[in-house]
């Protein structure tokens, strides 16, 4: 099976920056593809960023810019750049790996969230 483990959020004032981390563990090696995911009080879940095993990324229209998802395959890490932020990314954050369980297919692991609070 495969773990992850989100940290790095806080508050900040409108335009400040935040790194989000996600730490992967167990069976990286079958891992996929790694996305960020956000949640506002009475909001639905969205993606934010996700990159594939191959390196390929790809961005909600409303981070484009501002959020950059880069990895470090040494530290079986995923990270989440934030910069420019605004209020409007008050969320918990989450960390969502997709990867490959032998015998029984795609499984899907989800992080305890993070929460990232940006004041005006």
């Known amino acids: 099976q495969v773990q992850v483990v989100e940290s790095g959020g806080g508050s900040v004032q409108a335009g400040g920056s935040l790194r989000l981390s996600c730490a992967a563990s167990g069976r990286t090696g079958s891992i996929n593809l790694i996305g960020w995911y956000r949640q506002a009080p009475g909001e639905q879940r969205e993606l934010v960023a996700t990159?594939?095993?191959?390196?390929?990324?790809n961005y909600a229209d409303f981070v484009k810019g501002r959020f950059t998802i880069s990895r470090d395959n040494a530290k079986n890490t995923v990270y989440l750049q934030m910069n420019s932020l605004e209020p409007e990314d008050t969320a918990v954050y989450y960390c969502?790996?997709?990867?490959?369980?032998?015998?029984?297919?795609?499984?899907?692991?989800w992080g305890q969230g993070t929460q990232v609070t940006v004041s005006s």
């Open positions: 969502k790996a997709r990867y490959w369980r032998l015998g029984t297919g795609p499984e899907i692991s």
């Open positions: 990159i594939s095993s191959g390196g390929s990324t």
